[in-house]
T-cell receptor, first 118, second 117 residues
Framework: AQKITQTQPGMFVQEKEAVTLDCTYD???????LFWYKQPSSGEMIFLIY??????QNATEGRYSLNFQKARKSANLVISASQLGDSAMYFC???????????????FGAGTRLAVHP | GAGVSQSPRYKVAKRGQDVALRCDPI?????LFWYQQALGQGPEFLTY????????KSGLPSDRFFAERPEGSVSTLKIQRTQQEDSAVYLC???????????????FGNGTRLTVT
């Protein structure tokens, strides 16, 4: 079964508008962390934001915020005031806690390609 | 350097050749991961090292894939008798925290793009 599902292969947004990238996850582990990474065409994976399963508030980092709905098992990324440089692939990832065997690999979704138009 | 360094950046191999991909993690980072990223897909876990110990190799697709980190710093991913389906970007990532810290992000290198012809 897919642990991380990103249902939007591609998204378009107008510059300066906000956009939401969807992510749902599947785990029975009560302790887990959720990450978003950006991958521009150059290939590097850039860490954007993190949300822990026990965090009471939604994470925010500058223009990035994470809409965490635990009961729905969703962790959508919201980018406000989109910029042309935001055009990239975006990956949602999860790290499980208690069952990780003492280490912490990330499990990634298939990604969403975001295109920001002027 | 300050980040994770991978070499070579690009590698073209003829089917059946052996290749070796190098990863130099961030200095002092205990955890090191290798991922395989096929075109248009998310990274898939291959293997994990904590210092020099390979604690998980469950993601290695076949016994043609071998990874080592003998001194707990630089790691090498070796693929023997390469096949066309091995064509992908191989990403290395490191993290300073071993066994704890759900919120500790992985720091990735730029990857090695392997093309098997």
């Amino acid at each position: 079964a897919q642990k991380i599902t990103q249902t939007q292969p591609g998204m378009f947004v107008q510059e300066k508008e906000a956009v939401t990238l969807d992510c749902t996850y599947d785990t029975s582990d009560p302790s887990y962390g959720l990450f978003w990474y950006k991958q521009p065409s150059s290939g590097e994976m850039i860490f954007l934001i993190y949300q822990g399963s026990y965090d009471q508030q939604n994470a925010t980092e500058g223009r990035y915020s994470l809409n965490f709905q635990k009961a729905r098992k969703s962790a959508n990324l919201v980018i406000s005031a989109s910029q042309l440089g935001d055009s990239a692939m975006y990956f949602c990832a999860m790290r499980e806690g208690q069952r990780s065997g003492g280490y912490n690999k990330l499990i990634f979704g298939a990604g969403t390609r975001l295109a920001v138009h002027p | 350097g300050a980040g994770v360094s991978q070499s070579p950046r690009y590698k073209v191999a003829k089917r059946g050749q052996d290749v070796a991909l190098r990863c130099d993690p961030i200095s002092g980072h205990v955890s090191l991961f290798w991922y395989q990223q096929a075109l248009g897909q998310g990274p898939e876990f291959l293997t994990y090292f904590q210092n020099e110990a390979q604690l998980d190799k469950s993601g290695l697709p076949s016994d043609r894939f071998f990874a080592e980190r003998p001194e707990g710093s630089v790691s090498t991913l070796k693929i023997q008798r390469t096949q066309q389906e091995d064509s992908a970007v191989y990403l290395c990532a490191s993290s300073g925290v071993a066994g704890q810290g759900l919120g500790s992000p992985l720091h990735f290198g730029n990857g090695t793009r392997l093309t098997v012809t």
